[in-house]
């Protein structure tokens, strides 16, 4: 597998050699599949919290009387059964929504992502991405030059002047190779990777 090396007008200069353990996995899309939704799910909070039958405001005085209504029984008002009563088994602060993934199915499935945007060709690689001042109008010049609109970028290394550039550009990600997650190299159209990253991304991954 070999991605395109963009300049800076973000044209195809010539090609680049990958190592094969990371960018050319075969495509395992059960795997993928896990990996996304075992980190999104990682990433919930328990903020919800619904009320049992006890701690609804209620009566337990008896609603009607046993026989003779047509009704079935009901002994208090909060009965889940009842609108605006208890539930059954509410959603509590302390729910655990996490998924366990082990490293190597984790490193595994970043592999098989990687290797499907290269096939793609939504994967390239750049020498390096450094702004002189942290403007983003710079950095939003510079993609915009390059025909990028929506990019995901791993740099071997983010100094401060590129990170203060592009955290108010909407769609565009600057991360160092251990910041990649597999949500954003999906949600992502482009992904650029530096030439000083692959290294570090074989480290990892491969």
């Not at 899309?29 to 996304?36: P, W």
């Not at 203060?164 to 949500?183: G, M, Q, T």
Request: proline share 4%.
């Amino acid at each position: 597998m070999q991605p395109e090396l963009l300049n800076e007008q973000g044209q195809a200069a010539s090609k680049v050699d990958v190592p094969e353990t990371v960018f050319d996995r075969q495509y395992n899309e059960d795997l993928i599949h896990q990996i996304v939704v075992a980190y999104r799910a990682n990433g919930r909070q328990g903020t919800r919290a619904q009320k049992d039958r006890e701690q609804v405001r209620h009566s337990t005085k008896k609603p009607f009387k046993q026989k003779g209504t047509g009704n079935a029984r009901a002994g208090m008002t909060s009965s889940p059964l009842w609108r605006g009563s208890g539930r059954v088994f509410p959603n509590l602060p302390e729910e655990n929504f996490t998924q366990k993934i082990s490293k190597k199915m984790y490193r595994a499935g970043m592999a098989c992502i990687l290797s499907q945007l290269a096939r793609e060709g939504r994967l390239a690689v750049v020498d390096s991405l450094k702004v002189e001042t942290p403007k983003t109008k710079v950095l939003a010049d510079k993609f915009k030059a390059m025909n990028l609109e929506s990019v995901m970028v791993i740099a071997d290394e983010v100094d401060e002047n590129l990170y203060l550039a592009s955290r108010n550009l909407k769609n565009v990600f600057v991360v160092e190779p251990r910041y990649a997650d597999p949500v954003s190299l999906v949600h992502f159209k482009k992904v650029l990777v530096t030439k000083g990253a692959i290294d570090k991304l074989k480290e990892m991954f491969a």
